[in-house]
């Protein structure tokens, strides 16, 4: 099993939709969790950080289930420029590092 | 601007040369990380450092090799060990710390050929 699983999607919605990107992850023992995003050929950039309380910046909101090990990320009203792929982390402590690691990423088409 | 350098941006190699990738950055942080990212898969650990003149192997550390000399500075060398180079490597950075995010570089994309 993966460490990190999410849909490869891509998911293709029209401009003004909501959409939803689930990861779950396997090692319980996980601290902390992010979503970045990738635009296509470019490096990977903070989106948010996902707290346990749940968390929204904007259009985004961030979930986090810690019992069945879920994270989730909801778009509203999509933007062209909200399509890239986006990439669900989690990290925890492998002896005294605190280690990231990715999944492959859910790919966004939005489209006018 | 604080921030993270890698050069080249593109870098063509021939089979069974060594090459390396340079990865600098100002921000300060002690942690310091490289990753490979191949179509279709998710960012792998190759080396990591915490601190200067300390670093560990990551998950796919064969045919790679790093050095920490700098708090700035990371390089990683591609050897010709490395049966399948041609990827996009990235250099991350970030605080020594739990909870705490990575910054990255811009990558460098090595072909083989």
């Not at chain 1, 601290?31 to 635009?39: E, P």
């Not at chain 2, 300060?28 to 601190?51: C, E, F, K, T, V």
């Not at chain 2, 591609?78 to 490597?89: D, E, M, R, W």
């Amino acid at each position: 099993r993966k460490e990190v699983e999410q849909d490869p999607g891509p998911f293709n919605v029209p401009e003004g939709a909501t959409v939803a990107f689930n990861c779950t992850y396997s090692n319980s023992a996980s601290q902390s969790f992010f979503w970045y995003r990738q635009d296509c050929r470019k490096e990977p950039k903070l989106l948010m950080s996902v707290y346990s309380s749940g968390n929204e910046d904007g259009r985004f909101t961030a979930q986090l289930n810690r019992a069945s090990q879920y994270i989730s990320l909801l778009i509203r009203d999509s933007k062209l420029s909200d399509s890239a792929t986006y990439l669900c982390v989690v990290s925890f402590r492998v002896t005294g590092f605190q280690k990231l690691v990715f999944g492959t990423g859910t790919r966004l088409l939005v489209s006018p | 601007d604080g921030g993270i350098t890698q050069s080249p941006k593109y870098l063509f190699r021939k089979e069974g040369q060594n090459v390396t990738l340079s990865c600098e950055q100002n921000l300060n942080h002690d942690a310091m990380y490289w990753y490979r990212q191949d179509p279709g898969q998710g960012l792998r650990l190759i080396y990591y450092s915490q601190i200067v003149n300390d670093f560990q192997k990551g998950d796919i550390a064969e045919g790679y090799s790093v050095s920490r000399e700098k708090k700035e500075s990371f390089p990683l060398t591609v050897t010709s060990a490395q049966k399948n180079p041609t990827a996009f490597y990235l250099c991350a950075s970030s605080i020594r710390g739990a909870g705490t995010e990575a910054f990255f570089g811009q990558g460098t994309r090595l072909t083989v050929v």
